[in-house]
């Protein structure tokens, strides 16, 4: 039972400082300074939790987690038992502890009247807590003898895979880049989410009895069809990888990039991996992004850290509110304007602007874009206002406008499964396809999301398989009915 009165004795919500700007500008280290365990800092914030009855921050976490119990336990400081809990409904809640926009904060009960319980940082030190006192549960199981492959290693695939290794099936995970991990390795950059931790997974995983297969594509090393026949079931967890373009004069030129053709060689060379000669880099150069999401807020970090001269970023729509409007009230989570750990470090954002086209110089490199103002017109169509044209100088334009779905070709091809506009279709609520025998989970199948939605669909696959493998499942299925409906 929570303290009632908590949240009136410690009034303020208070979290760990990010590292100063000036230090961290110059490694690629997390930018939060995690707390740990023992501190009365964490048990204090823990006490705000008042367990208000109905806890609407579970039913604001995609994966259910059981968020007033396990802050209680860190009131109480009885940690064995707060990693227990948090284990019930979550594989990684180090990944999500970091990464999450935390939309369980949104919904926090407090988060009426006063600043919301620090759910995430609590979460994150309850996880590191737990890999450093050695405790993260090692599921041993008695095998099934059937065999599941799942392509892709990002956290829907290895969602499925640590629950189908726990419920006793031998599992393969495909990957066909060089290392594990999906978005989580070669997307999102070491200072939000530091290699490491992603490391110290994978070797559990591993002592589990999960095995790993880097460096295989799917569709070309061995194809899809063949890989049906070698397995009792097939998880298609390959993310949502293409990206959406900006079809406008000038795209072709010289400078003008994917924002993953930029990230990626980023956090391979920070990895010390090996990276094209000519992979774009920000050194001295005056950057643009063009998006003003996750993505585009990742190249805005990985740029400053290059030492780009300047990193403007361009949203085409209008800026968000700082505070709730009345159309998104508590407990949803609404759009506000967010200042993320790299808008803190520098960089220029500018709304309402539209790209008319990329300019060059006479050797084909882009020199920067004419910019024209948003307008809105009826129906929410919004188109650059003639007359506004401005021009903004870039030597590199980073793209970073979403992605419009997973690659399929292959897929469809060699298996005949049918792809929606989105990605892959699921077939009732067991996240099968068309085909019997696959399934999908993750961006692959939702289109592009979130780490905590790939695991709880990662959660949920599982358990569908299972079902179907054995007639019956013990695997919780998380959020079932919840992940269904909410899967757009
Ligand atoms: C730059 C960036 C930053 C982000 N930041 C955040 C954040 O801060 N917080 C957050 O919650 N979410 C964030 N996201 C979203 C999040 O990373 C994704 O929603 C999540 O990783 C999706 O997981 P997934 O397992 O479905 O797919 P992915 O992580 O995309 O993994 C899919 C994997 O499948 C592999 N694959 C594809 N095809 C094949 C094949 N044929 N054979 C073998 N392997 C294959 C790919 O190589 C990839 O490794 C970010 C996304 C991006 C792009
Ligand atoms: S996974 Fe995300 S939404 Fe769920 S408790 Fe953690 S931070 Fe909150």
């Known amino acids: 039972m929570a303290d009632p009165r908590g949240f009136l004795k410690v009034r303020d919500r208070e979290l760990p400082p990010n590292r100063p700007v000036e230090v961290r500008l110059r490694d690629w280290k997390d930018t939060h300074a995690h707390r740990q365990d023992g501190q009365p800092f964490l048990t204090e914030q823990a006490s705000r939790c008042m367990d208000c009855g109905i ?3 579970h039913q604001g976490c995609p994966l259910g987690n059981l968020i007033p119990e396990w802050n209680d336990l860190v009131r109480l400081g009885q940690w064995d038992d707060a990693i227990d809990r948090m284990h019930v409904t979550n594989n990684f809640p180090e990944l999500t502890g970091r990464i999450c926009p935390a939309p369980c904060e949104s919904a926090c009960v407090l988060g009426i009247s006063q600043p919301p319980v620090t759910i995430k940082n609590i979460e994150v030190s309850i996880a590191d807590a737990e890999f450093e006192r050695g405790l993260v549960p090692q599921v041993p199981s008695r095998l099934t003898g059937t065999t599941i492959a799942v392509v892709g290693s990002g956290p829907a695939g290895l969602a499925a895979a640590q629950q189908l290794t726990r419920a006793g099936h031998t599992v393969v995970v495909y990957e066909r880049d060089a290392r594990i991990g999906g978005l989580l390795r070669y997307g999102i950059p070491d200072f939000k989410l530091e290699k490491h931790i992603i490391d110290r997974r994978l070797e559990q995983m591993e002592a589990e009895g999960t095995r790993f297969r880097p460096g295989v594509a799917i569709g070309t090393d061995i194809t899809w069809d063949a890989l049906r026949r070698r397995f009792d079931a097939v998880i298609v967890a390959t993310g949502a990888t293409v990206p959406r373009d900006l079809k406008l004069p000038g795209r072709e030129l010289r400078g003008v990039h994917y924002a993953m053709d930029f990230l990626v060689p980023a956090n391979q060379a920070v990895a010390g991996e090996p990276v094209a000669q000519d992979a774009p880099n920000a050194a001295g150069k005056n950057v643009i992004v063009i998006g003003g999401g996750d993505t585009g807020s990742d190249c805005v ?8 001269a300047s990193v403007t970023t361009l949203a ?7 505070t709730r409007p009345d159309n998104q009230p508590w407990p949803t989570d609404p759009i506000l304007f967010e200042v993320s750990t790299s808008h803190e470090e520098g960089g220029e954002r500018t709304y309402l602007a539209s790209t008319v086209e990329f300019l060059a110089d006479d050797s084909g490199a882009v020199t920067g874009l004419k910019v024209a103002q948003t307008e809105y017109l009826p129906g929410g169509r919004r188109e650059p206002r003639p007359g506004t044209e401005r021009f903004i100088p870039a030597d ?8 419009t779905g997973p690659e399929t070709a292959e897929l469809t091809e060699q298996t005949g499964v049918e792809i929606t506009a989105r990605g892959l279709p699921r077939r009732g609520d067991d996240f099968g ?3 019997p025998g696959i399934y999908v989970a993750g961006d692959a199948g939702r289109g592009q999301s979130l780490v905590v939605w790939a695991i709880a669909e990662g959660r949920a696959v599982a358990a569908a398989v ?3 493998l054995r007639g019956a499942t013990e695997l919780p299925a998380p959020v079932g009915p919840r992940t269904v409906a909410l899967r757009g």
Request: proline content about 9%; charged content about 15%; aromatic content about 6%.
């Open 55 to 57: 806890p609407f921050c």
């Open 301 to 308: 970090g990985t740029a400053l850290r290059q030492g780009a």
């Open 316 to 322: 085409i729509g209008k800026k968000p509110p700082v």
């Open 396 to 403: 590199l334009v980073l793209i970073a406008m979403g992605f």
């Open 433 to 435: 396809t068309s085909l």
């Open 466 to 468: 299972d079902a179907r």
